[in-house]
């Protein structure tokens, strides 16, 4: 038995230049294709040499907070929802100007936007990456320094939440090929899914701190995992980045600076940069296939 499990097309930066098999005991094979790659699969294309899909991958940017929330309200006043948007909107200016992306932004102007709705934003616009741009306040305000965050389900009362979301992750598979599969198959695709996007985040978390650690000062033990609501699309690698924290009278003067904004951008361009040209899903196929 072969089931071809096409995903959509939000998988492209992940899953989407992966061809795996899995064998699932009683010679049961899943092929986990994109649909790309699963189109030479007919016996004529399959002699042609595959090439990559073009499509150049989209970067989701989401600036925190918005409208009636203002975020964090710095030391001399400063809104974080204000810092959040000019950051993403240079960042994506940097981007689109490398060529390589394409660009969306949760939002682009000074409005109020779930946190749902953030993640169906990104879910929506099949978006490869997506990153949330921050700049908090501690209690603490000596604390300093930028600092990257991925999504922890680590604590007890995350797990039925991600049983959720791999069970509605499943769902979203669409093609009839899969909705054929059996419920215990759908459901170790789906948690395939989670796996491939953990270690996307992680790597691009592990990115975004060795290119701002270049230039940038950097908080104590700078990646962090905590069960930000924002970070929870079960496919697409997620990171959120604290610029800098607004409670600090320093972090906040700089990010008031458009230089000092150009800096973070350029170094979260390199990290995105770093994170696509890498081999970590690759190197997740073969481990998995192994
Ligand atoms: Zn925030």
Redesign the pocket.
């Known amino acids: 038995m072969l089931i071809v499990a096409a995903g959509p097309a939000q998988h492209n930066g992940t899953i989407q230049v992966i061809t795996r098999r899995f064998l699932l005991g009683h010679g049961v094979a899943v092929s986990f294709l994109a649909p790309a790659i699963a189109a030479p699969l007919s016996p004529r294309a399959a002699a042609r040499p595959q090439t990559p899909p073009r499509v150049q991958p989209l970067v989701l940017l989401d600036p925190?907070?918005g409208g009636k929330d203002p975020?964090?309200i710095g030391v001399s006043g400063t809104y974080?929802k204000i810092i959040?948007l000019d950051a993403a909107q240079e960042l994506r200016r940097q981007l689109l100007a490398s060529g390589r992306y394409r660009v969306e932004l949760t939002r682009t102007r000074d409005v109020f936007i779930p946190l749902e709705d953030r993640v169906g934003i990104a879910q929506k616009h099949g978006a490869a990456l997506f990153v949330s741009m921050?700049?908090?306040a501690l209690s603490d305000p000596h604390v300093r320094g930028a600092s990257v965050y991925t999504l922890s389900d680590t604590a007890s009362d995350a797990q039925t939440a991600a049983l959720a979301r791999r069970e509605n992750a499943a769902d979203r598979f669409g093609g009839p090929a899969f909705r054929d599969a059996s419920p215990e198959v759908a459901r170790i695709l789906a948690s395939l899914v989670r796996q491939e996007t953990r270690v996307g985040s992680a790597r691009m978390a592990h990115s975004v701190v060795e290119q701002l650690h270049r230039d940038l000062p950097l908080l104590q033990h700078p990646s962090r995992h905590a069960g930000f609501m924002v970070l929870k699309a079960a496919d697409i690698p997620s990171v959120l980045v604290e610029m800098g924290f607004m409670s600090n009278r320093a972090d906040e003067a700089a990010l008031r600076r458009a230089n000092h904004r150009a800096r973070v951008a350029a170094a979260m361009k390199r990290a995105v940069d770093a994170y696509f040209n890498g081999a970590g899903g690759t190197v997740t196929a073969r481990r998995m296939a192994g």
Do not use: P, R, S
């Open positions: 925190g907070h975020g964090a974080e959040a921050h700049a908090d």
